[in-house]
């Protein structure tokens, strides 16, 4: 697994982590916004989505990013919600580049 060496909110919104393999990922806030698998957002014992698309402001922006240990992120989100963790694995997972995306399941492509 890797781990992030620096993470930042870019000017336009992004968020951007460059990974300890040299990996460089950049989400965008709201599929990462509706990726959020807390409690409020999606049933923890059925994984049933709580949370409406269309409730998540299509303008939605990343407020405020602490870490939680040493496997993951709580973002503060300008809807208010907060209380989601995304582990440094499902981030690494989520990553939608054209690299990642092409790149057979498990693996990930050279940077």
Same mark, same amino acid.
Request: charged share 30%; aromatic share 8%; net charge negative.
């Given at each position: 697994?890797? %781990?992030?060496?620096? !993470?930042?909110?870019?000017?336009?919104?992004?968020?951007? #982590?460059?990974?300890? %393999? +040299? *990996? *460089?990922? /950049?989400?965008?806030?709201?599929?990462?916004? &509706?990726?959020?698998?807390?409690?409020?957002?999606? $049933?923890?014992?059925?994984?049933?989505?709580?949370?409406? @698309?269309?409730? =998540?402001?299509?303008? #939605?922006? &990343? /407020?405020? #990013?602490?870490? =939680?240990?040493?496997?993951?992120?709580?973002?503060?989100?300008?809807? +208010? *919600?907060?209380?989601? #963790?995304? !582990?440094?694995?499902?981030?690494?997972?989520?990553?939608?580049? $054209?690299?990642?995306?092409? @790149? @057979?399941?498990? !693996?990930?492509? %050279?940077?």
């Amino acid at each position: 697994m890797s %781990d992030p060496r620096r !993470t930042e909110r870019r000017p336009d919104g992004r968020l951007a #982590i460059l990974w300890d %393999d +040299g *990996h *460089h990922a /950049v989400y965008e806030p709201r599929p990462l916004r &509706l990726a959020c698998r807390c409690a409020h957002c999606e $049933d923890e014992w059925t994984g049933e989505r709580r949370l409406e @698309a269309t409730s =998540v402001p299509e303008e #939605i922006s &990343l /407020v405020d #990013i602490r870490p =939680v240990g040493r496997y993951g992120y709580q973002f503060n989100w300008s809807d +208010g *919600h907060n209380t989601g #963790i995304y !582990t440094f694995e499902r981030l690494r997972e989520m990553c939608g580049c $054209d690299d990642c995306r092409s @790149a @057979a399941p498990g !693996t990930r492509a %050279d940077p």
